[in-house]
């Protein structure tokens, strides 16, 4: 059974592929962004089309934190639209009949009840900060059920909760608020600086999910026969900005002021999903956030240097 994985290299691609690798699955194909765009719609086709994979997980995506979504909509919005247009009708095309959609919780309303279930989807205003980026995933949830219905595929959408772990992008300024936290932190740590500042007020809630995790999911459910299509992922658990920062202070032994600098966006209130739908299925996280922290700061010092 072949797989085509697009997205290997970014955080949850590089994730399944090392799940997809560990249980040793022998035919999965990658591809560079170099020798494939997958923004050229022709190319994509072309390529699905020579290499016929039984499974196509999209795993590409142009991603970000708050301020690089709300500074630069217009290519979150084009880039994302044209990836997976071209990865979900390309993979129609060439009668592909399984096909996973990463997504993010980030579809759902900005003011949603909570904890957010799927049938939330499309129930109230989204954030404005990320609205390119959550109308772009809303647009593929909507093609795989639409494909789905019209021409019977079995096309999945997986929407993980905010996501952290190996290879994450750890900018302060474009990547999302764990990993850029981390950073914070550290440089303290060496620095030895007193003040730590934090964007926002500190009380936004947020649920965290270890990128393994979101990988066993999708092998999980890349196996498993489901009736909904569209399903998601997360801990089912949230804690406050503050709360995070504060374990982070622990973890890494820091004698420091915590500043919260209330002129940055604190983005939605609070968003926890329901995971009820994939425990249902047999599915649920394994991997606690001390462990998942652990594993993700060796990375960060691994990579340290990238992010001065």
Same mark, same amino acid.
């Given at each position: 059974?072949?797989?085509?994985?697009?997205g290997?290299?970014?955080l /949850?691609?590089s994730?399944? =592929?090392?799940? %997809?690798?560990?249980k040793?699955?022998?035919?999965?194909?990658?591809?560079?962004r170099?020798?494939?765009d997958?923004?050229?719609q022709?190319?994509?086709?072309?390529f %699905?089309?020579?290499?016929? #994979?039984k499974?196509v997980?999209i795993?590409?995506?142009?991603v970000g934190g708050?301020?690089h979504?709300?500074?630069?909509g217009?290519?979150?919005?084009?880039?994302? %639209?044209q990836i997976?247009?071209?990865?979900?009708h390309?993979?129609?095309?060439?009668?592909?009949k399984k096909?996973?959609?990463? +997504?993010?919780?980030?579809?759902? #309303?900005?003011?949603?009840?909570?904890?957010i279930?799927?049938n939330?989807?499309?129930?109230? $205003?989204l954030?404005?900060?990320?609205?390119s980026?959550a109308t772009?995933?809303?647009?593929? /949830?909507?093609?795989?059920?639409?494909?789905?219905?019209?021409?019977?595929?079995?096309y999945?959408?997986?929407? #993980?909760?905010n996501?952290? +772990?190996?290879?994450?992008?750890?900018?302060?300024l474009? @990547?999302?608020?764990f990993?850029?936290?981390? $950073?914070?932190?550290?440089?303290c740590?060496i620095?030895k600086?007193?003040? %730590?500042?934090?964007w926002?007020?500190?009380?936004?809630?947020?649920e965290l999910?270890?990128?393994?995790?979101?990988?066993?999911?999708?092998?999980?459910?890349?196996? $498993?026969?489901t009736?909904?299509? =569209?399903?998601?992922?997360?801990? +089912?658990? *949230?804690? @406050?900005? $503050?709360?995070?920062? *504060?374990?982070i202070i622990?973890?890494?032994?820091?004698?420091?002021? /915590?500043?919260f600098?209330k002129?940055? #966006?604190? +983005?939605?209130p609070r968003?926890v999903?329901?995971?009820?739908?994939?425990?249902?299925?047999?599915w649920?996280?394994?991997i606690?956030?001390?462990?998942?922290? *652990?594993?993700t700061?060796q990375?960060? =010092?691994k990579?340290?240097?990238n992010?001065k």
């Open positions: 059974m072949s797989i085509f994985l697009a290997h290299k970014g /949850v691609g994730a399944i =592929l090392r799940k %997809l690798r560990k040793n699955y022998k035919k999965i194909i990658t591809i560079s170099k020798n494939l997958l923004l050229d022709k190319a994509v086709h072309s %699905l089309k020579k290499k016929k #994979p499974i997980i795993a590409a995506a142009k708050v301020y979504n709300n500074t630069h217009a290519d979150f919005i084009y880039e994302n %639209l997976q247009n071209n990865l979900i390309g993979s129609f095309k060439n009668n592909i096909l996973i959609f990463l +997504g993010s919780s980030c579809i759902y #309303p900005k003011f949603s009840k909570q904890p279930k799927e939330y989807l499309l129930s109230g $205003k954030e404005e900060t990320n609205s980026y772009a995933k809303i647009a593929g /949830v909507k093609m795989c059920e639409a494909y789905n219905k019209q021409y019977k595929t079995n999945l959408c997986l929407m #993980p909760t996501t952290y +772990g190996p290879n994450d992008n750890y900018h302060t474009n @990547s999302h608020f990993p850029a936290l981390i $950073k914070k932190a550290h440089e740590k620095h600086k007193k003040t %730590l500042t934090v926002g007020t500190g009380k936004p809630l947020r999910i270890f990128v393994d995790d979101i990988a066993d999911a999708c092998l999980f459910f890349m196996k $498993k026969k009736k909904s299509f =569209l399903i998601n992922i997360g801990t +089912g658990q *949230d804690k @406050s900005i $503050k709360n995070y920062v *504060d374990f622990k973890k890494l032994d820091l004698k420091v002021k /915590v500043k600098d002129s940055k #966006p604190n +983005g939605v968003k999903l329901d995971i009820s739908l994939a425990k249902k299925y047999g649920k996280p394994k606690s956030l001390n462990e998942g922290f *652990d594993i700061y990375d960060f =010092l990579k340290k240097n992010y």
